[in-house]
């Protein structure tokens, strides 16, 4: 529409003829006289308003979907998702044979208790039977009442008549009950004797008795006692959706909130129920998200049961809430699909645990890293164990894996790991080991890309990345899935922490495509433990159970607590394995399957099982001493000489060491190793930081006049 100013309407014709209605004016005068005003039968509120054009038509004329538009549109879930879902059909068959195994095994603990209460109701029971037959034979409770009345008014010629009636009914029911009493009591006698085997006897006859017993106890007194106490749950409706999203404040008026038609209908969805709405204008999804605590109290539940999301692929305004009928920590998860068996590929999802609606929440491992954060006991390495778990059960994948806790969480792992590329402990040689197998990673980044490569050429893939046909084909090109609990220990440690970082920043940017994949666990998130080279590189992100946003953001990314990532709600115990996770697929809540040590074992053995019992020993690089080998790149008549010409040196001769090491990692290395550093070192006129000789030398002599 364009913005032409409205043309007011012309002034009323003064001398245009009016016809006045007469019966319309004295109703008006009597409305004044009462102090109201005559409402006017045409008045503004009951005229259909003309739409006012202003300016040019600009809208689009409405037009009709296309057949593929048509097609296109999504439909709901026609089958409920546990018919659909194998998981979760095997999820809701097991639940069906525990509650059938509960409530057998409950009334046949109370058997005792339903014998007494038959053998004290059933003889009641009979003698209430009999009594009924025979006041249904003689008719006598039929015109009882009015048989009374007849008497009472001394009126025995209606007595006489209705007793007449009575007798007359009487006459016929005394054959039905003479023949029914002949079967039943040849019935009985059969029963009792040889000619009816025991299985027949004993169900009919216990039958028969419980029949008796359900007659003769009174209606508020059952035999069976109730074994099901179902548990209350908060059906959500539209009102109360409605309700809970006032409640944030967000929203002026509930009729604002609307249902989409043909989504929004309010369904069960897992455990719960899934309402769609639609937020008006200026309201965003992720707003809601943000105020949960609000929304749970507007909707009278807890927090844990509630779950606003934004939904991906639809307008920012589109909301889902899922409120679960308990709260979510308190729900057993199904169990994790590749437990009892089968095989995983690490170019393929595998399943990592379920979301709260407890779906199954994939994982995914080529072309990107991961990284596991959260408080202590938040179970980082319980989540990430998952995934090494799924990825024991892919036979090409070679594992690399230290724990520098050394709490035993990967103990599991080591039979599938080189000698060389497995370390549990929280001392000085596990991190150097650590920072060796990191040298490895960074000589494996030089030599694969060229075989790769090769192999691409040869028509094995249509891009230079480690695709199975390529991994399958050459036994130096497996997937290494290399993993580092507590990485901080490394990150942070004064000698090796900044060549460690700088060489993760280089695995994780260039082995990404080369079938290199780095695990990273940490419960320190700062700027420190968690340089932004490497988390920022790092795809898949677990932020699990953490204090505040400012570690939220700085392990999912900037900006991430602000779309609706909230794992500061988990609680370390209650919560632990629930985590957020960005990187694959939308974002997600979901919580680890829980695999325990027994678990971890059989599945590791299983592994070992695939790879035919050994894994395969690596061409590690040799470990390496910095003094020496910056004593050995020295020129002979250099006095001094700055870091970056030093770097440069050391990675021409040593590659695969230090290929990936920066200026500042190797001034941070040698001061480590408490050699005296300057930060004037003149060179052709040149002054920088860097390192004398007469340091070198002197920082030697002392090392080798220390003994071990
Ligand atoms: N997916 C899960 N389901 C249920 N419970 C879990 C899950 N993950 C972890 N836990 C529980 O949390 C506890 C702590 O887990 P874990 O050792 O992985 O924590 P963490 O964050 O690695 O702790 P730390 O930093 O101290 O190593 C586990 O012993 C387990 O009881």
Known sequence: MTSEPITPAGPPDEKAARIVDLAQRRADRAAAAQGLSAADAADAETVAPEPVLVGEVVDPPDRRPDLSELLDRRGGPVLPLWLTDPGQRRDMLRRAVNSAGYHVGTHLALSPVYAGKVAWYAPKGAARLVGQVLGWTSAETGNWHLRQDAANRNDPKT????DRHRMRQASWRWWVTGAGTLTAGTGGLVLASDLTPWWVKVPVLAAGLVGLAR???????????????????????????????????????????????????????????????????????????????LLAGGLRLPVDQVWPEVMP???????????????????????????????????????????PRMRP?????????????????????????VVMAGMALDPLVQFAVFD???????????????????????????????????????KECDVRGPRIKHYATQGLNSENKLNRAIAAKDARLRPVVAAIDEVQELITDPEIGKSSA????SIIKRGRALGIHLVLM?????????????????ANRTCLAVPSHVEVDLALGTGAYRQGAQPTRFEVGVDSGWGVRVGYGPMVSARAAYLDRAAIEKICARGVALRGGTAAAVDMPTARDILD????????????????????????????????????????????????CSRQVKVKGANRSGLYLDNLTKALAERDSTPD
Not at 159 to 162: E, G, N, T
Not at 267 to 290: H, Q, S
Not at 328 to 345: E, F, Y
Request: hydrophobic share 40%.
């Open 215 to 293: 007659h003769g106890r009174p209606l508020d007194k059952p035999i069976l006692a109730r074994t099901v106490v179902r548990p209350v749950y908060r059906k959500l409706t539209a009102e109360l959706t409605r309700k809970g999203i006032m409640a944030t404040g967000l929203v002026k008026r509930p009729e604002d909130i609307v249902f989409p038609a043909g989504v929004g209908e309010i369904r069960r969805d897992g455990p719960g129920y899934l309402a769609i709405v639609d937020l008006p204008d200026g309201v965003i999804a992720v707003d809601v998200v943000e105020k949960r605590e």
């Open 629 to 676: 080998d910056l004593r050995a790149v020295w020129v002979a008549d250099e006095r001094g000489q700055h870091w970056e010409v030093l770097t440069t040196r050391l990675a021409d001769r040593f590659p695969d060491a230090y290929s990936s090491l920066t200026p500042d990692a190797l001034s941070a290395l040698v001061r480590g190793k408490k050699v005296e």
């Open 361 to 385: 929440v994939d994982y995914r491992m080529d072309e990107r890293n991961s990284l596991f954060a959260g408080f202590p006991g938040s179970g980082k390495s319980l989540s990430a164990r």
């Open 159 to 162: 007595w006489l008549d209705l």
């Open 313 to 355: 692929r639809e307008h920012p305004s589109r909301l889902a809430l899922w409120v679960a009928d308990r709260p979510v920590s308190a729900m057993k998860q199904p169990p994790w699909p590749l437990l009892r068996g089968g095989q995983t590929d690490y170019f393929k999802p595998f399943v990592y645990g379920f979301d």
């Open 404 to 442: 520098l806790a050394g709490r035993g969480d990967f103990d599991a792992f080591e039979p599938l790991c080189p000698p060389d590329l497995f370390g549990s402990g929280a001392d000085e040689g596990t991190k150097q080991a650590a920072y060796q197998m990191l040298m490895w990673l960074l």
């Open 522 to 538: 940490t419960q320190r998130i700062d700027k420190e433990s968690l340089p932004k080279g490497v988390t920022s590189n790092i």
């Open 502 to 505: 700088a060489a993760m920043t």
